[in-house]
């Protein structure tokens, strides 16, 4: 495949630059008729090569899908392909927009396609090449089944061009496309075009992590050397020696970081200047944005911040921004986990007076947000934030994450993009796909709450966040910035930035609407052999290969440690069980202990009433809290009882939190309709649980051993006299002897481990498969002879996560009564999913009716609940009404400030949520038998769809 057709010769003449190797393999390889995987680093240019399958597609009258896992994605890849083919040939499909569907290049999300697929879409005629955007997307476990399930079902004629980031088995991921889509080809690179360079903020100074290189990685696999200048920095910062200004970096030569803004300002011309455009026409200002300007000691450039920050503390935020900009390191995207951060430090910037652009460029940002708002009613703009965030564009800031208007981050987006704006802080769904690099990347912290605990960043989600830094054409290196806390290793900072074992793993698994599409489309027998070629199977078939490798080999050596062990005064394995019994039962008797101890702090949890104050002993939540809701211990419901903590939050405790048994220091009154979502509600009981609570808690409650433990006792010293009468413990060799025995019986434990996993992982998505066809078979879905019902076909339309549950509700007329409003509250409460603490226990309901319909979905969530455990199945989240208020008031025509009003929900996660609901009352309008109930879902999308809902442009 050394050769270059012509069809990829004219498309690398159109380009104007030439390809890297690695670029014209995967292009070759496209030309040649075959799939490709292409693995490369963040902005190292892979997506040329799903472009050529475009301008193939084009040139031999075939059609191209570009799909992406995102929709800011699919928009951004929808410009610039119109932009290269124009207008009439390229169309959009995602969740919410439909551009020119039938032309010949389509851009859409990879769940549009799927849907495409199951539904047998005319569409599809005459595709030739599907272009799989960010496919290492397939290991998110709650969206990645789709793209294999995408990959699975494409015609054979379909050309599917992988693009994917450096994953470790990408070799591994090319061998399993090449089974299931035939002639596959896999190129990987791991070359950054644009290098980049690692460093740590200490205070105020900035070192370079690594001495003379960049974490590139090493052919021997080794760590780069840490820099000893940043561990002796670190260690004066832990000794706060530190001096009362900002802190110099050291003056000494520190090889090739020294020379930092020396390289970064070589091309800096082109874009720090302070125009709307990048290019030579920006103007030089190379020397303003030099690092070093001030002398350091000999005349030498001093890498240390210069002087007028806070004494002896770190760089605020402002400050570390105004750093960046003079040392030519903007444009930057700060990675803040909290939406909350983010927009504090917008304020901040904003409070230090900061200006990153010249004030002209600034109105002429402001003019351009105000066109794109134009839509939005203006009583709403308060409450969306939005003067905050004009006025931090105007000054070239701004902040990202989800929580925002979708509409504000696509203006973020573009204006970044094009070097408009010149700082963004942002989450990290901001590395996730959208193209937005920059030359300088700060990451403020290495740990993330992940939903349910504070974890440290993974290799992977490095490499992800850092390597936005770098522009490829525009800067000769890119940089990422990690400034130091107390605690943080830098050691593991390097280690961090030097891995690059990261593995691919699946998250495929079936689900109620892939069975019954599958079954519809080719029968049980043969929807069955299908998953079983799914990327998970695959994996889990490797696994089994080395799995049952091991176990033949301990098998071996257990027949060694067998011999070994041979006494020849007795059966010295029945003496080892003795001791080993004995062992066993001594550790038994403390766990029972603790046991006894957990059952006795579980019925303590039940005992607390309302208005009880208790001491926390443990945990993040360690403190006084005072009771506002009883534990309740019915189906689904939350086992422990919710309070508001001393820091005015509202919690559920867990044995986690109470491991020993707690009581009631004193009692308080808590307000009959006390809403635990209301700040203020909270802050009001907390100042009340304070002023009531004693000085010490109370001593804890004694417990007496009891019979058991005596019991126990004697049943051990039984064994010990057993054990001196076998006639193996009079061995003189008995202690060598025992050695070997504990031995083999260790292998045996895991051996015996190894044979389970082993029959677990044989055809497992198969066996899911059938028991899900069981549960589907049982409620009428699949009839006797695994055919799909008039019930199933509704099912095979309703896309959610919640599927069957979706389905069972049409099924039993939960939603009949209901007015538009009220199906799409009831409706929220399939697609809601509460952040971290924000999940509230008794949400407030509309109106009766909706009421009554929300306990009836929680019943049969109820059911289907015990049918999905019954057969050993992952159970079905439960329906969350924590949005259904707020999505009836908007549905019946409310201002959207009246609607979010003393809510926790931001109005970007209420915008998202709603678009959700849309696409789902879609599906029951289609899927519905009814049709007053398909008439009333059709209201509720216009409803729904209307004001800041409706207002994402087409981009």
Known sequence: MSTTGPHLARFMDSLGFELDEFQVRGCQAVEAGQGVLVAAPTGAGKTIVGEFAVHLALATGRKAFYTTPIKALSNQKYHDLVAVHGVDKVGLLTGDASVNGEAPVVVMTTEVLRNMVYAGSSTLRGLGFVVMDEVHYLADRFRGAVWEEVIIHLPESVQVVSLSATV??????????????????????????????????????????????????????????????????????????????????????????????????????????????????????????????????????????????????????????????????????????????????VGQLLSADTRLIPPREGERIRRHVEERVGSLADEDLGILGYFDFVEGLSRGFACHHAGMLPLFREIVEELFTVGRIRAVFATETLALGINMPARTVVLEKLVKFNGEAHVDVTPAEYTQLTGRAGRRGIDVEGHAVVQWSRGLDPLAVGGLASTRTYPLRSSFRPTYNMAVNLVAQVGREVAREILETSFAQFQADRAVVGLATKVRRNEEALDGYAESMHCHLGDFREYAA????????????????????????????????????????????????????????????????????????????????????????????VPKHFNPKSPKSRRDLATTMRIAVPHDPPPPSAKEAGREAAEENDRIAHLRQ???????????????????????????????????????????????????????????????????????????????????????????????????????????????????????????????????????????WSELDDLEAEHGLETTEAPDGGMAWMVHRWASGERLDAVLRGQEMAAGDFVRRCKQIVDLLGQIADAAPDTELRRTARKAVDGVLRGVVAADRLD
């Open 722 to 860: 057993e054990l001196k009468a076998h006639p193996c413990h009079q061995c003189p060799e008995r202690e060598d002897h025992a050695r070997w025995a504990e031995r083999w019986h260790r292998l045996k434990r895991e051996t015996s481990g190894l044979q389970r996993k082993v029959e677990g992982r044989t055809n497992s998505v198969a066996r899911t498969f059938d028991r899900i066809c069981v549960v589907l078979r049982q409620l009428g879905y699949l009839d006797d002879d695994n055919a799909v019902t008039e019930r199933g076909e509704r099912l095979r339309r309703l896309y959610t996560e919640r599927d069957l549950l979706a389905a069972e509700c049409l099924r039993r007329d939960v939603w009949k009564r209901l007015d538009a409003p009220g199906l799409a509250a009831c409706v929220s409460t399939l697609v809601h999913e509460p952040r971290h603490d924000q999940a509230d226990p008794s949400p407030r309901m509309p109106g009766d009716e909706v009421a009554t319909a929300v306990t009836e979905m929680q019943r049969l």
């Open 168 to 345: 470790s088995n990408a070799e591994e991921f090319g061998d399993w496309l090449a089974e299931v889509r035939g002639n596959h080809a896999v190129v990987v690179s791991e070359h950054r075009p644009v290098p980049l360079w690692q460093h740590m903020l200490v205070g105020s100074s900035m070192f370079d992590l690594f001495v003379d290189e960049t974490a590139e990685p090493r052919e021997d696999g080794s760590t780069p050397r840490v820099n000893p200048e940043l561990l002796q920095a670190i260690r004066g910062a832990d000794q706060r020696r530190s001096d009362d200004g900002w802190v110099r970096g050291s003056t000494r030569d520190r090889g090739r970081g020294r020379e930092l803004g020396r390289d970064v300002m070589r091309d800096s011309s082109r874009d720090r200047g302070r125009g709307p455009g990048r290019g030579p026409g920006r103007g030089n200002h190379a020397t303003q944005g030099q690092r070093g300007a001030h002398s350091g000691s000999g005349g030498r450039e001093d890498r240390g911040f210069v002087r007028g920050g806070r004494p002896g503390g770190g760089a605020t935020r402002a400050e570390v921004i105004a750093q960046l900009d003079r040392d030519g390191l903007l444009p930057a995207i700060t990675f803040i986990f909290s939406r909350m951060g983010c927009e504090a430090a």
């Open 578 to 669: 003795l001791r080993r019994a004995i062992a066993d039962g001594e550790k038994d008797g403390a766990k029972k202990r603790s046991a006894s101890r957990r059952a006795e702090a579980a019925i303590s949890l039940e005992n607390l009433k309302v208005g009880d104050v208790v001491k926390v002993p443990a945990g993040r939540r360690s403190g006084w809290a005072v009771v506002v809701q009883s534990a309740r211990t019915g189906k689904g419901a939350p086992s422990g009882p919710g309070v508001v903590t001393e820091d005015r939050q509202f919690r559920r405790l867990t044995l986690t939190d109470v491991p020993v048994p707690v009581e009631a220091a004193t009692r308080i009154t």
